[in-house]
């Protein structure tokens, strides 16, 4: 453990017991996972996750999106509690070991370092906790640099369903002053280096590649029209499922697009839609193909009386 990362990690606000782990493998071997945190330790950083199991064959996956450090924020960051509440399934929020690194790094996409490799460690504790709570069906969420996690660690999974939020599809692609800092902190690449030249020998960081070829789960893709992101991110991430951007909802083959008008700029959907959505998600008792080949969400909100949207303008 570094001194980083005692200084900078704190359970106390989360109010759940903490079960520690000395490493992955022993994580992995765990015969049994109680609720609470489990602080995997990865040497140098932890891979914090807070667990909260149901009686239910789906598991929801929460990851975040960008923090912003100061020093009364301690680590863990775990999002997803509050627009979760109330459903049915587990619940598995992911908080970024990749933070642990730095005390001034906020956003590093889940995605490790040169020699913290996230990307092949964090499938291996998904698996293990699916395989342990004996969920059939795995729904990853996330919003902005958390939803290119979602989209990523879904081709890890056996029946999974990717749910990214104004996603980044390339890490190279997002704002230069955060892709730098990570860049720097995390690959070394110099001040006047080409961060994806430092991404390259070590990670994925442009999913609109890796999703050309290999495994590429459902994809439930929601995104602000009035967001940069869609030049970006969007327009070349739909070029791998024969598409392209029009503004409205839009399905393909294992995809669908839900585009709304949410407010200029990086904003998100309204909190009520992403709990009506995450409510359907988990119920649905057919495969993710053709659960996305029915999905209207926009009438399907219209139409939840519960939802808190739309629905009470008639």
């Known amino acids: 453990m570094t001194r980083a990362s005692r200084q900078i990690r704190c359970f106390e606000r989360w109010r759940r017991p903490v079960l520690s782990h000395e490493s992955l493998a022993a994580f992995e071997d765990a015969s049994t996972l109680p609720?609470?945190?489990?602080?995997?330790?990865?040497?140098?950083?932890?891979?914090?996750?807070?667990?909260?199991?149901?009686?239910?064959d789906a598991l929801l996956v929460f990851f975040n999106g960008a923090v912003q450090r100061t020093p009364e924020l301690t680590l863990p960051v775990f999002s997803g509690l509050q627009v979760s509440a109330g459903l049915s399934c587990s619940r598995l929020l992911v908080s970024d070991p990749t933070l642990c690194?730095?005390?001034?790094?906020?956003?590093?996409?889940?995605?490790?370092?040169?020699?913290?490799?996230?990307?092949?460690?964090?499938?291996?504790?998904?698996?293990?906790?699916?395989?342990?709570?004996?969920?059939?069906?795995?729904?990853?969420?996330?919003?902005?640099?958390g939803g290119f996690a979602s989209l990523l660690y879904g081709r890890s999974l056996d029946n999974a369903l990717s749910i990214a939020v104004n996603p980044q599809t390339s890490i190279g692609r997002y704002v230069q002053r955060f892709v730098r800092s990570y860049a720097e902190t995390c690959f070394?690449?110099?001040?006047?280096?080409?961060?994806?030249?430092?991404?390259?020998?070590?990670?994925?960081?442009?999913?609109?590649?890796?999703?050309?070829?290999?495994?590429?789960?459902?994809?439930?893709?929601?995104?602000?029209?009035?967001?940069?992101?869609?030049?970006?991110?969007?327009?070349?991430?739909?070029?791998?499922?024969?598409?392209?951007?029009?503004?409205?909802?839009?399905?393909?083959p294992g995809l669908y697009v839900h585009s709304g008008r949410w407010g200029e700029g990086h904003r998100a959907p309204p909190?009520?839609?992403?709990?009506?959505?995450?409510?359907?998600?988990?119920?649905?008792?057919?495969?993710?193909?053709?659960?996305?080949?029915?999905l209207d969400l926009a009438r399907s909100w219209l139409c939840d009386p519960g939802s808190g949207g739309p629905s009470g303008v008639a």
């Open 271 to 294: 909190v009520a839609l992403v709990a009506h959505l995450l409510r359907e998600a988990t119920r649905w008792a057919h495969g993710w193909h053709e659960a996305l080949a029915e």
């Open 35 to 56: 609720d609470g945190i489990h602080a995997v330790d990865l040497g140098g950083a932890y891979l914090d996750m807070l667990l909260e199991s149901a009686d239910s």
């Open 188 to 252: 070394g690449c110099p001040p006047e280096g080409a961060p994806e030249e430092a991404f390259a020998p070590h990670i994925q960081h442009d999913l609109c590649v890796t999703f050309r070829t290999g495994p590429r789960p459902p994809v439930l893709y929601l995104q602000n029209r009035l967001d940069w992101h869609v030049r970006a991110h969007v327009k070349p991430f739909l070029v791998n499922f024969g598409v392209e951007w029009t503004g409205e909802d839009l399905r393909a």
């Open 101 to 145: 690194l730095h005390p001034e790094l906020g956003l590093a996409w889940y995605s490790g370092s040169r020699w913290l490799h996230v990307q092949t460690l964090l499938p291996r504790a998904l698996r293990k906790v699916v395989a342990t709570l004996g969920v059939k069906r795995t729904l990853l969420y996330g919003t902005s640099g």
